[in-house]
């Protein structure tokens, strides 16, 4: 009789099994990528009423929902990620930091210098630019950790 290995749900979600030394390393950029995350939703949400005084209620719901997305995305994998490689999570973090201040950038320049046509444009365009952006440098980063490895 051959015997076969079947491995367990704890097998499969040990990653450290996999990525022994992912823990090893100290992240400086966590606390601070955490309280850029809170202060690029807070200010965001700050620009957006600032933008739409005279919106209907369901529409400024939809439009919050929508610009705080990135930056609850961006928390959610901060907390899913601590098992992952130290490289991927850095640049989590730096990815964090970036669509915080970016955000707060065009939020605050369209705060500034409000468009008379396509007024929203910007509360349409930087939340999924932002997710997009993360995403990629996120991904990269996994695939070069990955690469390292081989």
Same mark, same amino acid.
């Given at each position: 009789?051959?015997?076969?290995?079947?491995?367990? !749900?704890?097998?499969?979600?040990?990653?450290?099994?996999? &990525?022994? @030394? +992912?823990? +090893?390393?100290? =992240?400086?950029?966590?606390? !601070?990528?955490?309280?850029?995350?809170?202060?690029?939703?807070?200010?965001?949400?700050?620009?957006?009423?600032?933008?739409?005084?005279?919106?209907?209620?369901?529409?400024?719901?939809? &439009?919050?929902?929508?610009? $705080?997305? !990135?930056?609850?995305?961006?928390? $959610?994998?901060?907390?899913?990620? #601590?098992?992952?490689?130290?490289? %991927?999570?850095?640049?989590?973090?730096?990815?964090?930091?970036? %669509?915080?201040?970016? +955000?707060?950038? &065009?939020?605050? @320049?369209?705060?500034?210098? !409000?468009?008379?046509?396509?007024?929203? &444009?910007?509360?349409?365009? %930087?939340?999924?630019? +932002?997710?997009? $952006?993360?995403?990629?440098?996120?991904?990269?980063?996994?695939?070069?950790?990955? =690469?390292? #490895?081989?």
């Amino acid at each position: 009789m051959i015997a076969v290995w079947v491995p367990t !749900p704890q097998h499969l979600l040990d990653i450290k099994k996999y &990525f022994p @030394y +992912s823990n +090893s390393v100290p =992240e400086p950029l966590r606390a !601070p990528a955490r309280i850029a995350a809170l202060v690029g939703a807070v200010g965001s949400l700050i620009f957006l009423f600032h933008a739409s005084p005279g919106r209907p209620r369901t529409l400024t719901a939809i &439009f919050v929902i929508w610009v $705080l997305l !990135p930056f609850a995305a961006l928390v $959610l994998t901060d907390v899913l990620a #601590k098992s992952w490689p130290a490289l %991927v999570r850095a640049t989590l973090h730096r990815a964090t930091l970036v %669509v915080a201040l970016g +955000s707060l950038a &065009f939020y605050g @320049y369209d705060a500034l210098r !409000p468009r008379k046509a396509q007024a929203a &444009f910007v509360y349409v365009m %930087v939340p999924p630019v +932002s997710c997009l $952006l993360a995403a990629t440098a996120v991904a990269a980063a996994a695939f070069v950790s990955i =690469e390292r #490895k081989r």
